[in-house]
């Protein structure tokens, strides 16, 4: 079965970082795009950074751009995202999903990020 897990979500304050990670099983990360989403309460989802297959090239939405970074290890079939400068802003449910041509069909259980101010 195809799954994508994500972890590492919790409580921190303005400024801190968090390193969220994307579990995948079912199928071989590195094979396909995955991309890290974001809802914020009242929200839309919105995307935030992907990263393509094989050669791992990322993307980032504006707003976070120099401040998140996404990773893959492939030995390990597991993605990342390395969030620094955290502000209230960036607080929201984070999840990763599979890429699919133009959109995803897989996407995990987020994990709740929440920055005080």
């Known amino acids: 079965d195809v799954q994508l897990q994500a972890s590492g979500g919790g409580l921190v304050q303005a400024g801190g970082s968090l390193r969220l990670s994307c579990a995948v099983s079912?199928?071989?990360?590195?094979?396909?795009?995955i991309g890290w989403f974001r809802q914020a309460p009242g929200k839309e989802r919105g995307g935030v950074a992907c990263?393509?297959?094989?050669?791992?090239?990322?993307d980032y939405v504006d707003s976070v751009k120099g401040q998140f970074t996404i990773s893959r290890d492939n030995a390990k079939n597991i993605l990342y995202l390395q969030m620094n400068s955290l502000k209230s802003e960036d607080t929201a449910v984070y999840f990763c999903?599979?890429?699919?041509?133009?959109?995803?069909?897989?996407r995990g259980q987020g994990t709740q990020v929440t920055v005080s101010s």
């Open positions: 999903a599979r890429g699919a041509g133009r959109a995803y069909d897989y």
């Open positions: 079912g199928f071989t990360a590195e094979n396909y795009a």
């Open positions: 990263i393509s297959s094989v050669h791992g090239v990322t």
